[in-house]
């Protein structure tokens, strides 16, 4: 968000990752998780028998990375907050471009990183489409998944983990 709104780079890049970068969002999770499932299927065939990938926490974990897009558009209004006027008295300062990086616009962001990561994590509760497609069945378990599983034989449980999904969801909200 820094690089595509201070216009650092070629221009095409810029609007390239400003175009790709909230792409995510328009994609559906059932496609999403059938397009994962099988790049995962076609790199499980590449790497090596002793490097298992499919069904493991990392493989949720790039899965769920696809919606970071959520957090470009807030990231890129904390950035559009940011004077550049900041950056350029660091710079006639002698201040370098990590300095400036380290000592404002990181510092000046952290309220917006903490907003975007708030919203993931309450995106990611309700998401069931990727866990469901990409998990075989054992852990790591994933409560929507294991709401899913619970709802035809144990009901009142299914209820019970919803309801503390609810509430966690509602804590990190407040």
């Not at 076609?42 to 957090?71: C, E, K, M, Q």
């Not at 008295?89 to 990590?98: H, I, Q, R």
């Not at 309220?111 to 489409?129: D, N, Q």
């Amino acid at each position: 968000a820094w690089v595509t709104q201070r216009g650092l780079g070629p221009r095409a890049i810029r609007v390239i990752l400003d175009v790709l970068g909230p792409s995510s969002i328009a994609i559906p999770g059932v496609i999403a998780a059938n397009a994962l499932l099988l790049f995962y299927l076609h790199l499980n065939r590449i790497l090596p028998d002793w490097i298992p990938l499919f069904g493991t926490i990392w493989v949720l974990v790039l899965a769920l990375s696809y919606r970071i897009a959520l957090a470009y558009r807030i990231e890129r209004a904390g950035v559009i907050q940011i004077p550049r006027d900041l950056e350029s008295a660091a710079y006639v300062g002698g201040v370098g471009l990590w300095g400036v990086l380290r000592g404002i616009i990181l510092p000046l962001l952290q309220p917006s990183w903490i907003g975007a990561w708030v919203l993931l994590a309450m995106v990611s509760f309700r998401e069931l489409s990727l866990p469901l497609v990409l998990n075989r069945g054992g852990p790591p378990y994933v409560a929507s998944k294991l709401i899913w599983e619970l709802w035809g034989s144990r009901t009142g449980q299914a209820a019970a983990l919803g309801t503390l999904m609810v509430l966690t969801v509602a804590v990190l909200l407040l």
